[in-house]
Protein backbone atom coordinates (compact mmCIF):
# COMPACT_ATOMS: atom_id res chain seq x y z
CA UNK A 1 0.00 0.00 0.00
CA UNK A 2 2.79 2.12 0.49
CA UNK A 3 4.72 2.11 -2.54
CA UNK A 4 1.31 2.62 -4.43
CA UNK A 5 0.43 5.67 -2.55
CA UNK A 6 3.98 6.70 -3.08
CA UNK A 7 3.82 6.53 -6.89
CA UNK A 8 -0.14 8.51 -6.46
CA UNK A 9 2.06 11.15 -4.88
CA UNK A 10 4.60 11.14 -7.95
CA UNK A 11 1.37 10.96 -10.24
CA UNK A 12 0.19 13.93 -8.54
CA UNK A 13 3.28 16.04 -8.70
CA UNK A 14 3.74 15.47 -12.20
CA UNK A 15 -0.14 16.13 -12.82
CA UNK A 16 0.31 19.55 -10.84
CA UNK A 17 3.28 20.57 -12.46
CA UNK A 18 1.80 20.35 -15.99
CA UNK A 19 -1.17 22.17 -15.01
CA UNK A 20 0.91 24.77 -13.93
CA UNK A 21 1.78 25.76 -17.69
CA UNK A 22 -1.12 24.20 -19.28
CA UNK A 23 -4.75 23.93 -18.00
CA UNK A 24 -6.08 21.24 -20.27
CA UNK A 25 -7.94 19.18 -17.52
CA UNK A 26 -10.71 21.26 -16.60
CA UNK A 27 -13.91 20.83 -18.39
CA UNK A 28 -14.91 23.05 -21.54
CA UNK A 29 -18.10 23.31 -20.34
CA UNK A 30 -19.68 25.46 -17.80
CA UNK A 31 -21.23 23.51 -15.95
CA UNK A 32 -19.44 22.44 -12.28
CA UNK A 33 -17.76 19.34 -12.50
CA UNK A 34 -18.92 16.57 -9.99
CA UNK A 35 -16.89 13.26 -9.37
CA UNK A 36 -18.25 10.21 -6.80
CA UNK A 37 -16.69 7.62 -5.92
CA UNK A 38 -19.94 5.34 -5.78
CA UNK A 39 -23.17 5.08 -6.90
CA UNK A 40 -25.84 6.00 -4.04
CA UNK A 41 -23.83 9.74 -4.05
CA UNK A 42 -24.23 9.52 -8.01
CA UNK A 43 -27.21 8.87 -8.62
CA UNK A 44 -28.22 11.77 -5.28
CA UNK A 45 -26.63 14.22 -7.40
CA UNK A 46 -28.32 13.36 -11.10
CA UNK A 47 -31.96 13.39 -9.31
CA UNK A 48 -30.93 16.79 -8.29
CA UNK A 49 -29.08 18.08 -11.18
CA UNK A 50 -29.61 16.56 -14.05
CA UNK A 51 -27.71 17.65 -17.20
CA UNK A 52 -27.07 20.70 -15.22
CA UNK A 53 -24.05 19.88 -14.10
CA UNK A 54 -20.84 17.28 -15.53
CA UNK A 55 -21.50 14.57 -13.30
CA UNK A 56 -18.87 10.58 -12.91
CA UNK A 57 -19.08 7.84 -11.12
CA UNK A 58 -14.92 6.55 -11.14
CA UNK A 59 -16.58 2.94 -9.74
CA UNK A 60 -16.85 1.17 -13.26
CA UNK A 61 -20.71 -0.50 -13.71
CA UNK A 62 -20.27 -4.52 -11.89
CA UNK A 63 -16.66 -3.73 -10.45
CA UNK A 64 -16.85 -4.65 -6.66
CA UNK A 65 -16.73 -1.04 -4.73
CA UNK A 66 -13.96 -2.62 -1.84
CA UNK A 67 -11.66 -3.91 -4.25
CA UNK A 68 -11.51 -0.37 -5.84
CA UNK A 69 -7.68 1.14 -6.86
CA UNK A 70 -7.77 4.58 -8.65
CA UNK A 71 -6.21 4.64 -11.57
CA UNK A 72 -3.86 7.66 -12.68
CA UNK A 73 -6.74 9.28 -14.90
CA UNK A 74 -9.14 8.67 -11.69
CA UNK A 75 -6.81 11.38 -9.72
CA UNK A 76 -6.57 13.13 -12.62
CA UNK A 77 -10.44 13.41 -12.98
CA UNK A 78 -10.54 14.24 -9.18
CA UNK A 79 -8.45 17.00 -9.51
CA UNK A 80 -10.08 18.66 -12.19
CA UNK A 81 -13.63 18.53 -10.11
CA UNK A 82 -15.11 20.99 -8.39
CA UNK A 83 -16.73 18.57 -5.79
CA UNK A 84 -15.63 15.35 -5.04
CA UNK A 85 -17.72 13.07 -3.38
CA UNK A 86 -17.05 10.24 -1.24
CA UNK A 87 -18.24 8.36 1.42
CA UNK A 88 -15.10 8.03 3.54
CA UNK A 89 -14.10 4.89 5.79
CA UNK A 90 -11.95 2.53 6.14
CA UNK A 91 -12.22 1.96 2.18
CA UNK A 92 -11.60 5.08 1.20
CA UNK A 93 -8.93 5.78 3.25
CA UNK A 94 -6.37 6.41 0.38
CA UNK A 95 -8.83 9.60 -0.46
CA UNK A 96 -7.43 11.85 2.52
CA UNK A 97 -3.49 11.57 1.33
CA UNK A 98 -4.44 12.13 -2.39
CA UNK A 99 -6.51 15.29 -1.83
CA UNK A 100 -4.13 16.73 0.45
CA UNK A 101 -1.19 15.96 -1.96
CA UNK A 102 -2.71 18.41 -4.47
CA UNK A 103 -2.53 21.04 -2.51
CA UNK A 104 -4.12 24.29 -3.64
CA UNK A 105 -5.43 22.40 -6.54
CA UNK A 106 -7.53 19.90 -4.76
CA UNK A 107 -11.04 20.31 -5.49
CA UNK A 108 -14.08 21.00 -2.65
CA UNK A 109 -14.99 17.52 -1.19
CA UNK A 110 -17.64 16.36 0.61
CA UNK A 111 -17.75 13.21 2.68
CA UNK A 112 -20.97 11.34 3.55
CA UNK A 113 -20.18 9.99 6.73
CA UNK A 114 -19.69 14.04 7.82
CA UNK A 115 -23.14 14.15 7.05
CA UNK A 116 -25.31 11.84 9.08
CA UNK A 117 -24.82 10.20 12.30
CA UNK A 118 -22.89 7.38 11.64
CA UNK A 119 -22.59 4.08 14.11
CA UNK A 120 -19.35 2.00 14.27
CA UNK A 121 -19.52 -1.59 12.63
CA UNK A 122 -20.56 -4.63 14.84
CA UNK A 123 -19.40 -8.32 14.95
CA UNK A 124 -22.55 -9.92 15.96
CA UNK A 125 -22.97 -13.89 16.65
CA UNK A 126 -22.42 -15.92 14.65
CA UNK A 127 -20.45 -13.50 11.97
CA UNK A 128 -16.94 -14.17 10.89
CA UNK A 129 -14.55 -11.52 11.98
CA UNK A 130 -12.35 -10.24 9.13
CA UNK A 131 -8.87 -9.49 10.57
CA UNK A 132 -7.84 -8.65 7.28
CA UNK A 133 -8.93 -5.67 6.58
CA UNK A 134 -8.99 -4.04 10.53
CA UNK A 135 -5.14 -3.45 10.97
CA UNK A 136 -1.88 -3.04 9.61
CA UNK A 137 -0.02 -6.70 10.07
CA UNK A 138 2.92 -4.53 11.33
CA UNK A 139 2.84 -4.69 15.15
CA UNK A 140 3.72 -7.94 17.31
CA UNK A 141 0.79 -10.26 18.61
CA UNK A 142 -0.09 -8.39 21.70
CA UNK A 143 -0.25 -5.19 19.85
CA UNK A 144 -2.64 -6.85 17.27
CA UNK A 145 -4.69 -8.59 19.91
CA UNK A 146 -5.18 -5.09 21.73
CA UNK A 147 -5.91 -3.27 18.93
CA UNK A 148 -8.54 -5.63 17.62
CA UNK A 149 -10.80 -5.48 20.42
CA UNK A 150 -10.18 -1.40 21.28
CA UNK A 151 -10.12 0.34 17.78
CA UNK A 152 -13.65 -0.06 15.90
CA UNK A 153 -14.35 1.14 12.51
CA UNK A 154 -16.90 3.44 11.35
CA UNK A 155 -19.67 1.21 9.18
CA UNK A 156 -19.61 3.45 6.20
CA UNK A 157 -22.86 2.16 4.59
CA UNK A 158 -24.89 5.48 5.45
CA UNK A 159 -27.13 5.49 2.08
CA UNK A 160 -28.96 2.47 3.36
CA UNK A 161 -31.13 4.46 5.42
CA UNK A 162 -33.72 6.40 3.27
CA UNK A 163 -33.93 8.93 6.16
CA UNK A 164 -29.73 9.12 5.86
CA UNK A 165 -30.16 9.86 2.16
CA UNK A 166 -32.51 12.46 2.32
CA UNK A 167 -30.10 14.43 4.64
CA UNK A 168 -27.44 13.87 1.90
CA UNK A 169 -29.43 14.91 -0.54
CA UNK A 170 -29.96 18.10 1.44
CA UNK A 171 -26.13 18.55 1.04
CA UNK A 172 -25.96 18.19 -2.00
CA UNK A 173 -28.76 20.46 -2.84
CA UNK A 174 -27.34 23.30 -0.77
CA UNK A 175 -24.05 22.55 -2.37
CA UNK A 176 -25.54 23.34 -5.84
CA UNK A 177 -27.71 26.59 -4.82
CA UNK A 178 -24.75 27.97 -3.33
CA UNK A 179 -21.90 27.57 -6.42
CA UNK A 180 -24.86 27.55 -9.50
CA UNK A 181 -27.37 30.56 -8.85
CA UNK A 182 -28.30 30.00 -12.66
CA UNK A 183 -29.89 26.97 -12.23
CA UNK A 184 -31.40 27.43 -8.37
CA UNK A 185 -35.10 27.16 -9.14
CA UNK A 186 -34.08 23.98 -11.41
CA UNK A 187 -31.90 22.66 -8.18
CA UNK A 188 -34.47 23.47 -5.44
CA UNK A 189 -38.11 22.09 -7.64
CA UNK A 190 -36.03 18.35 -8.17
CA UNK A 191 -34.60 18.43 -4.67
CA UNK A 192 -37.99 18.91 -3.15
CA UNK A 193 -39.54 16.43 -5.42
CA UNK A 194 -37.04 13.71 -4.38
CA UNK A 195 -37.10 14.39 -1.14
CA UNK A 196 -40.27 13.29 -0.90
CA UNK A 197 -40.05 10.62 -2.82
CA UNK A 198 -37.19 9.19 -0.01
CA UNK A 199 -40.19 10.49 2.72
CA UNK A 200 -42.32 8.01 0.89
CA UNK A 201 -39.68 5.31 0.57
CA UNK A 202 -39.25 5.39 4.41
CA UNK A 203 -42.75 5.38 5.08
CA UNK A 204 -43.26 2.54 3.11
CA UNK A 205 -40.42 0.46 5.01
CA UNK A 206 -42.36 1.41 8.20
CA UNK A 207 -45.43 0.05 7.22
CA UNK A 208 -44.50 -3.14 6.22
CA UNK A 209 -42.01 -3.51 9.09
CA UNK A 210 -45.05 -2.75 11.43
CA UNK A 211 -47.02 -5.35 9.88
CA UNK A 212 -45.09 -8.08 9.59
CA UNK A 213 -45.05 -11.82 11.47
CA UNK A 214 -41.07 -11.47 12.41
CA UNK A 215 -38.51 -8.66 12.42
CA UNK A 216 -35.39 -10.80 11.79
CA UNK A 217 -33.61 -11.55 8.62
CA UNK A 218 -30.69 -13.55 7.66
CA UNK A 219 -27.65 -12.66 4.89
CA UNK A 220 -25.44 -15.44 3.56
CA UNK A 221 -23.00 -12.87 2.96
CA UNK A 222 -21.59 -9.16 3.74
CA UNK A 223 -24.29 -7.29 5.61
CA UNK A 224 -23.60 -3.51 4.73
CA UNK A 225 -27.39 -2.73 5.83
CA UNK A 226 -26.94 -2.06 9.80
CA UNK A 227 -28.58 2.09 9.53
CA UNK A 228 -31.55 0.20 7.17
CA UNK A 229 -31.80 -2.20 9.85
CA UNK A 230 -31.49 -0.02 13.25
CA UNK A 231 -33.99 2.51 11.49
CA UNK A 232 -36.97 -0.17 10.76
CA UNK A 233 -36.06 -1.90 14.63
CA UNK A 234 -34.84 -5.01 12.30
CA UNK A 235 -32.55 -8.05 13.71
CA UNK A 236 -30.52 -9.91 11.76
CA UNK A 237 -27.77 -12.54 11.23
CA UNK A 238 -24.71 -12.39 8.86
CA UNK A 239 -21.61 -14.07 7.94
CA UNK A 240 -19.86 -11.17 7.36
CA UNK A 241 -19.97 -7.57 8.51
CA UNK A 242 -20.46 -5.13 6.16
CA UNK A 243 -17.19 -3.89 5.15
CA UNK A 244 -15.22 -7.39 5.11
CA UNK A 245 -13.39 -8.58 2.30
CA UNK A 246 -13.84 -12.38 3.23
CA UNK A 247 -16.28 -14.57 0.76
CA UNK A 248 -15.68 -17.87 1.89
CA UNK A 249 -17.22 -18.83 5.29
CA UNK A 250 -16.07 -21.18 7.99
CA UNK A 251 -18.07 -24.65 8.40
CA UNK A 252 -18.78 -23.58 11.42
CA UNK A 253 -20.38 -20.15 10.79
CA UNK A 254 -22.72 -21.74 7.97
CA UNK A 255 -24.09 -24.48 10.25
CA UNK A 256 -24.53 -21.52 12.72
CA UNK A 257 -26.92 -19.53 10.14
CA UNK A 258 -28.90 -23.05 8.68
CA UNK A 259 -29.33 -23.38 12.07
CA UNK A 260 -30.66 -19.99 12.55
CA UNK A 261 -33.08 -20.38 9.60
CA UNK A 262 -34.62 -23.59 10.48
CA UNK A 263 -35.36 -22.63 14.11
CA UNK A 264 -37.00 -19.29 13.57
CA UNK A 265 -38.58 -20.90 10.15
CA UNK A 266 -37.04 -17.64 7.95
CA UNK A 267 -38.56 -17.69 4.67
CA UNK A 268 -36.00 -15.79 3.31
CA UNK A 269 -32.26 -16.07 2.91
CA UNK A 270 -30.73 -12.76 1.17
CA UNK A 271 -26.92 -12.59 -0.49
CA UNK A 272 -26.53 -9.02 -1.86
CA UNK A 273 -25.40 -7.72 -5.61
CA UNK A 274 -22.58 -9.01 -7.54
CA UNK A 275 -22.22 -11.57 -4.75
CA UNK A 276 -21.17 -15.47 -5.67
CA UNK A 277 -23.65 -16.00 -3.75
CA UNK A 278 -22.35 -19.71 -2.62
CA UNK A 279 -22.77 -19.14 1.36
CA UNK A 280 -26.91 -18.38 0.59
CA UNK A 281 -26.95 -21.30 -1.70
CA UNK A 282 -25.93 -23.54 0.70
CA UNK A 283 -27.96 -22.62 3.17
CA UNK A 284 -31.30 -22.35 1.14
CA UNK A 285 -30.32 -25.90 -0.32
CA UNK A 286 -30.79 -26.78 3.52
CA UNK A 287 -33.05 -25.04 4.64
CA UNK A 288 -36.03 -24.64 1.38
CA UNK A 289 -35.88 -21.40 2.09
CA UNK A 290 -35.67 -18.66 -0.89
CA UNK A 291 -33.04 -17.19 -2.19
CA UNK A 292 -33.02 -13.20 -2.68
CA UNK A 293 -30.98 -10.54 -3.49
CA UNK A 294 -31.16 -7.59 -1.15
CA UNK A 295 -29.29 -4.68 -3.22
CA UNK A 296 -26.79 -2.47 -1.20
CA UNK A 297 -26.57 -0.49 -4.13
CA UNK A 298 -22.68 0.47 -3.65
CA UNK A 299 -22.33 -0.06 -7.54
CA UNK A 300 -24.81 -1.50 -10.73
CA UNK A 301 -24.82 -4.23 -13.06
CA UNK A 302 -24.11 -3.46 -16.51
CA UNK A 303 -27.31 -4.73 -16.89
CA UNK A 304 -29.01 -2.32 -14.04
CA UNK A 305 -27.36 0.09 -15.53
CA UNK A 306 -28.51 0.10 -19.40
CA UNK A 307 -32.68 -0.67 -17.49
CA UNK A 308 -32.11 3.21 -16.15
CA UNK A 309 -31.98 1.75 -12.37
CA UNK A 310 -31.93 4.42 -9.42
CA UNK A 311 -31.40 4.47 -5.83
CA UNK A 312 -35.33 4.45 -5.51
CA UNK A 313 -36.03 2.00 -8.23
CA UNK A 314 -33.81 -0.76 -6.35
CA UNK A 315 -34.39 0.26 -2.92
CA UNK A 316 -38.25 -0.58 -4.22
CA UNK A 317 -36.73 -4.15 -5.18
CA UNK A 318 -35.51 -4.11 -1.41
CA UNK A 319 -38.71 -3.41 -0.12
CA UNK A 320 -40.66 -6.29 -1.89
CA UNK A 321 -37.76 -8.97 -0.72
CA UNK A 322 -37.86 -7.28 2.71
CA UNK A 323 -42.09 -7.63 2.72
CA UNK A 324 -41.23 -11.61 1.84
CA UNK A 325 -38.49 -12.31 4.34
CA UNK A 326 -40.55 -11.17 7.26
CA UNK A 327 -43.65 -12.85 6.32
Known amino acids: MLIIFL ?21 ASDKLSIITTIFPQYDFTKQIAGEKVDLKMLLKPGAESHSYEPTPQDIKLIQASDLFIYTGGENDTWIEGIINSMGSDAPQTMRLIDLVDTVEEEIIEGMEHDHDHDHEKDHDDEEDYNREHDVHEIDEHVWTSPINAIEIVKEITDYLLENDQVNADYYKENSEKYIKELQELDQQFVDIVQAAERNVILFGDRFPFRYLADQYDL ?7 GCSTNTEASAATVAFL ?70
Open 235 to 241: DYYAAFS
Open 258 to 327: IDKVEKLKLPVVFSIELSNEKISDSITETTGAEKLTFHSLHNLSIEELAANETYISLMQKNLRALEKALN
Open 7 to 27: SWLILISTITACNNTENTDKP
